[in-house]
């Protein structure tokens, strides 16, 4: 139960919102209302609410590409949720002071592949589903995941509310595994952004300086391994390591995307010489 807790507790921390949700409906207002209310003190920062609906890859590489961004102690809420109402768990993943939740459908995962933390912890804090008087069966992220986020917030601790878990026993996607053996890779498509740069979920660095790089699948074209947008002719395609720390296939000043014809989730594969 999400018991009141006492005076002394540390200061309220900051809240990071990730979601589905988007903005033309009340969704987003109706939860951060609820956190307004129950950890008026707290600062809450959206990452982001424009997830592709149900797109807990998008919404995992936010997170994993985010958390490190935010105070030591925050708690970044991520609610993208397919499974809502159903008996999937909720849970937290503890990576040193930072508490992030989700529902336990995978998007905790990239998160977890690339903490580099030693002090790494699980918790099933399902048991929160049990603490409101009246809950929509559809809108967990308003009346179970926002009150549960305020109360961590104010100090609570998880092991108080759920059950430790091994991180390894959280669920996991295809996605979050990419696989890589000498002068061949296997990834997907996470995000495109604005400009069409298609994030990977292949780590920066995880392929050394490839040479002769080719994409073979799902379509075919010579990309330079660049360290900048400009190392590579206008108009030209290459791999290089973005901002949020992933590998990312981009054309200068044009979108990888149409010209390679990739869309989200899409399976990349890439060959060099190794």
């Not at 990834?187 to 660095?205: K, P, Q, S, T, Y």
């Amino acid at each position: 139960m999400l018991t009141a807790l006492k005076k002394e507790t540390p200061p309220p921390r900051c809240i990071g919102l990730i979601t589905d949700f988007g903005l033309a409906d009340p969704y987003v207002g109706q939860v951060k209302g609820v956190l307004a209310k129950k950890a008026p003190n707290c600062r809450v920062v959206d990452i982001s609410h424009d997830v592709v609906p149900f797109n807990v890859a998008q919404a995992g590489f936010f997170l994993a590409a985010s958390y490190e961004h935010f105070p030591e102690d925050a708690v970044i809420l991520s609610v993208v949720d397919p499974g809502v109402g159903t008996n999937r768990s909720i849970v937290c993943l503890k990576i040193d002071e930072r508490v992030l939740i989700a529902p336990d459908n995978g998007l905790l995962g990239l998160a977890l592949k690339n903490a580099w933390s030693a002090d790494i912890r699980a918790y099933d804090l399902s048991a929160a589903m049990d603490a409101p008087k009246k809950v929509s069966h559809t809108f967990h992220g308003r009346d179970i995941f926002a009150p549960l986020a305020a109360w961590l917030a104010l100090g609570g601790a998880p092991e108080g509310l759920g059950t430790e878990m091994d991180p390894t026993d959280l669920v996991s996607r295809k996605w979050n595994q990419p696989t890589i053996s000498p002068g061949r890779a296997t990834g997907h498509v996470l995000h495109i952004d604005r400009f069409g740069n298609c994030v990977l979920n292949l780590e920066a660095e995880s392929l050394g300086t490839p040479t002769k790089l080719q994409m073979v699948s799902p379509a075919g074209g010579e990309l330079a391994y660049a360290t900048t947008y400009s190392d590579m002719p206008e108009g030209a395609p290459g791999l290089l390591e973005g901002s949020q720390g992933f590998l990312e296939i981009a054309v200068n000043q044009r979108s990888a995307a149409r010209k390679f014809g990739l869309s989200m989730n899409d399976t990349i594969e890439l060959t060099w010489e190794a």
